[in-house]
């Protein structure tokens, strides 16, 4: 089935050490989406790209980077964890950078040590 | 500043019964409003959507109402089913914001039997 698959499920790193989580689609859609869910709050877009377009939100912190490599694959990387890094990390997709639905992945739950 | 806002952390119904899970939002640009389902260990999964030019939508058991005078939208599903018990996320999106989703805090459903 095609999907949007998140690796690792669980992510335990030290304070300071840089992490990065992984999310690969078959759907073979243009667009992929980071957010942030801590406990008991809203899912929170961090950036996403279109295609190579990489685009920020303007409150994301500057410890947070992506790279898409190819349209399958997309990466976070936490430069330097901090304890309140610690959260769920959702990757999203969606086909074109439209009023439409978003296919999420299970997320990573990040541990921060 | 929360832009999208679910009041009800929790809702507890039972078997056959209507559920309703409510709304708010404050922006008024918001013009695309979207319900997403969220089982434990598992990512949003997208329910039913609304556009702003309705005030209304049905799919099978679940009907999205839209009241854009008082900014209130609000799920319902009828005959709620235990395999309706989820965590419920209200979002939302603008024109211009290249399909950005705001999300509520969610409402964990339980249905009982």
Same mark, same amino acid.
């Given at each position: 089935?095609?999907?949007?698959?998140?690796?690792?499920?669980?992510?335990?790193?030290?304070?300071?050490?840089?992490?990065?989580?992984?999310?690969?689609?078959?759907?073979?859609?243009?667009?992929?989406?980071?957010?942030?869910?801590?406990?008991?709050?809203?899912?929170?877009?961090?950036?996403?790209?279109?295609?190579?377009?990489?685009?920020?939100?303007?409150?994301?912190?500057?410890?947070?980077?992506?790279?898409?490599?190819?349209?399958?694959?997309?990466?976070?990387?936490?430069?330097?964890?901090?304890?309140?890094?610690?959260?769920?990390?959702?990757?999203?997709?969606?086909?074109?950078?439209?009023?439409?639905?978003?296919?999420?992945?299970?997320?990573?739950?990040?541990?921060?040590? | 500043?929360?832009?999208?806002?679910?009041?009800?952390?929790?809702?507890?119904?039972?078997?056959?019964?209507?559920?309703?899970?409510?709304?708010?939002?404050?922006?008024?640009?918001?013009?695309?409003?979207?319900?997403?389902?969220?089982?434990?260990?598992?990512?949003?999964?997208?329910?039913?959507?609304?556009?702003?030019?309705?005030?209304?939508?049905?799919?099978?058991?679940?009907?999205?109402?839209?009241?854009?005078?008082?900014?209130?939208?609000?799920?319902?599903?009828?005959?709620?089913?235990?395999?309706?018990? @989820?965590?419920?996320?209200?979002?939302?999106?603008?024109?211009?914001? @290249?399909?950005?989703?705001?999300?509520?805090?969610?409402?964990?459903?339980?249905?009982?039997?």
């Amino acid at each position: 089935d095609a999907m949007v698959i998140q690796n690792p499920r669980y992510q335990v790193t030290q304070f300071g050490k840089p992490v990065t989580l992984s999310c690969s689609q078959t759907l073979n859609h243009n667009v992929m989406y980071w957010y942030q869910q801590k406990s008991s709050q809203a899912p929170k877009l961090l950036f996403h790209y279109y295609d190579k377009d990489f685009n920020n939100e303007a409150d994301t912190p500057d410890n947070f980077q992506s790279r898409r490599p190819n349209t399958s694959f997309c990466f976070l990387d936490i430069r330097s964890p901090g304890l309140g890094d610690a959260a769920m990390y959702l990757c999203a997709t969606s086909r074109e950078l439209a009023v439409e639905t978003q296919y999420f992945g299970p997320g990573t739950r990040l541990l921060v040590l | 500043d929360q832009q999208v806002k679910q009041n009800s952390p929790s809702l507890s119904v039972q078997e056959g019964r209507i559920s309703i899970l409510n709304c708010d939002y404050t922006n008024s640009m918001f013009d695309y409003f979207l319900w997403y389902k969220k089982y434990p260990a598992e990512g949003p999964t997208f329910l039913i959507s609304i556009s702003s030019i309705k005030d209304k939508n049905e799919d099978g058991r679940f009907t999205v109402f839209l009241n854009k005078s008082a900014k209130h939208l609000s799920l319902h599903i009828v005959p709620s089913q235990p395999g309706d018990s @989820a965590v419920y996320f209200c979002a939302a999106s603008g024109t211009g914001t @290249a399909s950005k989703l705001t999300f509520g805090t969610g409402t964990r459903l339980q249905v009982t039997l």
